[in-house]
């Protein structure tokens, strides 16, 4: 008799998740605990086993489709059974939604539109899972694809590596200590590796886009050697993310420049003071930004928050993520209750997320929260650029270098040298508009300019 | 009369121990023995040793010679082949204030006397609220070597296995003397293992009185690479192992002899593998069921996120063991085993 499979739970805060690729096919036989299928609740793959064994008789969605916890994704059922029709998801109320197509019998065709309607953002951000085990291993539950020793996989949690690109050199291919321990020494980068099998993700993705695009227009007559490139999974995971931000939050940049005189000097005060001793403590121009930033958002609780399913949630909190580049991506660790730490603390903790972060030693609860972020390309020289926001936080400031320029005086009614900063802000309009976005600004033009606000504040 | 041979064996042995500057000495694991029993008899007129062939015959391992002679046949007492009723007598001794060591000669013939020691002697202090206790004492020894399928086994486990006993079962001459102390002193029973093949082990005693209290086991080697457990003289066994592992291949072996059985002290074992990753339990019992089977159980509870490897476990092969001397190599664990589990777990 038919048994659906659901999109599991697999986080405390997961309410969707992406099919990566089917492991098996329709037809195919099924063993209790068999991997079936590969699943993205975040930044890392888990693979999901069949319960149950018996054939796989319909795949129900497709690869690369998110869909929410709890939908049917497939059917097992007994060999040679005749499988007519979609059996009624489990919790059949909550995927009322209206399918712009019947539902046909889903071996040809997912039920797409179905789960299209619903937020399909996999809940990265607030996945701290303080309650739940960290999967930051790519591992079915029971160890049956990626086979390692039981200290290899603690090592693998606590320092974020992807255990399904690294060989194992024991008995049966197990992955032991000494095959972790380059990762863990640094030696080797986080395995990132391209996967085995060309991934089909990527493209299936472009299908279920609501707006099927127009295939990517080739030139006619194509010259010179091409290299084709996999992308890397972290690559894929910020692939998907941008792509999804920037296609969901209709993005607003509003810029203001920030006079960083009094804020340069500043720092050279508390510098001075701490950072000979210690210099761990030094504070840097994005420390004072991460600070101001931070307490500039408590007057502004909205763009602070997160948007989910057409809903603001609001956070008492204000965790600020600032970017950290690192080898063919980048990763945005936070510094929880920037607002209420010193410029010390802030100092100490920004310094040590980016080491790690470099080192790839973050763990996913360092990275996978946050409620605003900053980016920050002043060290190129870069005036100012727009940020994509890193969803669902709903805005992200873009910082620029602080260069001299002349600005009007209009007591002296001339020019004068001042150290000016562009910053922008990307905002979610869905969240926030135009007037609030600039009233923030204007709050944090106002407490780097008179720094000794956010001292006080 | 004792024998002609055990004459030599004594006086070979009395011509090896020496006192050294700090008051130390090497003796052997019999003569420990001979003098806890001895320095216990002097101290309490209460202590009785009773056994087959203990008195006049001065004991089938020698440990007794020359007892009866000294103490009379009162306080060193020949019983009759009747190992149920001589451990029956004992317990119903202590229990009336007399401290008794009893001595079965081997260990496979306490099978005989299962009901007094695991329903009688381990269980009165518990069924009689603590108004009783039956503070016996029952030595006996483990050990083979051509001795056939019903004199060679070891049953620690068992014994191990049931509340209200104590189980030890010393490796070296320090430990047998002071455990014996002190379990004769001790008012719970006590099962004293001791090992056929290990009772002219040398090893350094000191000649000031002491005791050791019945409890906790003690790293015999540091090592970095893998944990060896064993005890008795699979613990020697394992030493050798560690030796060899070490100069051959360049395998460095942290020994851990386990001392005591019951109560089973594993922290030091889980504190061991936390450093070394991987772990290889010896005995001389079967595998299937054996202590190693505890404590591999515990070392995955309390250390599983530690193991690189599953915990291996050396044993004897699960046949009666044979008679030929050939037959039996192959069933005993020697170096070899231990060598290849070591190389199993670091594969």
């Given amino acids: 008799m038919a048994k659906n499979v659901v999109m599991p739970q697999m986080g405390y805060d997961m309410d969707a998740g992406t099919l990566l690729r089917w492991l098996k096919s329709p037809g195919d036989t099924l063993e209790r605990g068999e991997p079936m299928a590969e699943i993205e609740p975040d930044k890392v793959n888990i693979e999901i086993e069949a319960f149950d064994s018996g054939v796989l008789a319909k795949t129900l969605i497709e690869e690369g489709e998110t869909v929410p916890v709890g939908e049917v994704i497939a059917i097992i059922g007994e060999p040679g059974e005749e499988i007519d029709d979609v059996p009624a998801p489990a919790n059949g109320a909550e995927q009322a939604e209206a399918a712009e197509q019947p539902a046909e019998p889903p071996a040809e065709a997912p039920a797409q539109q179905a789960v299209q309607e619903r937020e399909t953002e996999p809940a990265p951000a607030p996945e701290p899972e303080r309650e739940t085990p960290q999967p930051a291993t790519a591992e079915a539950p029971s160890g049956d694809r990626v086979r390692a020793s039981p200290l290899v996989r603690r090592l693998a949690r606590e320092h974020s590596i992807d255990l399904s690109q690294i060989t194992g050199s024991g008995p049966h291919g197990r992955i032991v200590k000494r095959d972790i321990q380059p990762y863990i020494d640094g030696e080797i980068e986080i395995p990132i590796a391209a996967p085995e099998e060309p991934v089909e993700a990527p493209a299936e993705e472009e299908r279920v886009v609501r707006e099927a695009p127009a295939p990517v227009a080739r030139p006619a007559a194509e010259r010179g050697e091409v290299e084709v490139q996999e992308l890397s999974r972290m690559r894929q995971t910020i692939a998907r993310r941008m792509q999804q931000s920037f296609r969901d939050a209709p993005h607003i940049f509003i810029t203001m420049s920030i006079d960083m005189g009094k804020a340069m000097e500043l720092r050279k005060q508390i510098n001075a003071e701490i950072a000979a001793d210690d210099p761990e403590s030094e504070v840097t121009v994005n420390d004072l930004i991460i600070k101001a930033a931070a307490v500039a958002l408590r007057q502004f609780p909205v763009l602070n928050s997160y948007y989910v399913d057409d809903k603001r949630e609001l956070h008492d909190n204000i965790d600020v993520n600032f970017a950290v580049a690192i080898e063919d991506g980048l990763i945005s660790p936070f510094i929880p209750d920037a607002d209420r730490k010193t410029l010390g603390e802030i100092a100490r903790a920004s310094k040590d997320l980016a080491r790690r972060a470099r080192e790839g030693g973050l763990r996913p609860e360092e990275y996978a929260g946050g409620t605003f972020t900053i980016s920050n390309l002043g060290m190129f020289g870069v005036d100012n650029f727009t940020a994509v926001i890193n969803p669902p936080q709903v805005a992200i400031l873009a910082v620029g270098a602080a260069k001299m320029r002349p600005v009007w005086n209009a007591e002296t009614e001339d020019f004068e040298p001042r150290f000016m900063m562009e910053v922008t802000l990307a905002a979610d309009h869905r969240a926030t508009d135009g007037a609030e976005a600039a009233r923030y600004l204007q709050h944090l033009k106002a407490m780097l300019e008179n720094p000794m606000r956010m001292l006080a504040g | ?347």
């Fill in chain 2, 1 to 347: 009369m004792a024998s002609t041979l055990a004459d030599l064996k004594s006086l070979e042995e009395d011509m090896l121990a020496q006192i050294d500057e700090n008051g130390i000495r090497e003796i052997t694991y019999r003569q420990a023995l001979q003098e806890a029993l001895t320095e216990e008899m002097t101290a309490n007129e209460n202590v009785i040793l009773m056994g087959e062939d203990i008195g006049a015959y001065g004991g089938s391992y020698v440990v007794t010679r020359g007892f009866q002679e000294e103490w009379g046949r009162e306080r060193v007492i020949d019983t009759p082949i009747s190992e149920l009723g001589m451990t029956g007598v004992a317990t119903g001794a202590a229990i009336a204030g007399i401290r008794p060591v009893l001595e079965i000669m081997t260990i496979n013939f306490s099978l005989l006397a299962m009901d007094q020691i695991v329903n009688h002697a381990a269980k009165i202090s518990y069924m009689f609220g603590g108004h009783f206790n039956a503070p016996v004492v029952i030595r006996t020894a483990a050990g083979w070597g051509q001795l056939g399928a019903t004199h060679s086994q070891t049953f620690e486990a068992w014994y191990a296995h049931v509340p209200g006993l104590r189980v030890v079962m010393p490796s070296t001459p320090l430990d047998a003397k002071g455990f014996l102390k002190s379990a004769i002193r001790g008012d719970d029973p006590v099962l004293f293992i001791e090992h056929s093949l290990i009772y002219r082990n040398r090893g350094p005693v000191p000649t000031e009185e002491y005791t050791l209290p019945l409890e906790g086991s003690e790293v015999r080697r540091e090592g970095t690479d893998v944990t060896l457990i064993s005890w008795s003289r699979g613990a020697i066994l394992a030493q050798g192992a560690a030796e060899e592992l070490q100069e051959e291949h360049g395998i460095s072996c942290e020994v851990i002899d386990m001392r005591v059985l019951r109560p089973l002290d594993t922290d030091t074992v889980v504190e061991s593998v936390k450093k070394t990753n991987r772990a290889v339990i010896v005995e001389e019992s079967w595998r299937t069921l054996g202590l190693g089977a505890e404590i591999a159980a515990r070392i995955q509870e309390d250390a599983f996120d530690y193991l690189d490897a599953p915990v291996g476990r050396v044993g004897s092969l699960e046949v009666p063991m044979p008679y030929a001397r050939n037959l039996e190599r192959l069933v005993i664990p020697g170096k070899d085993e231990v060598i290849q589990a070591v190389l199993q777990a670091l594969a």
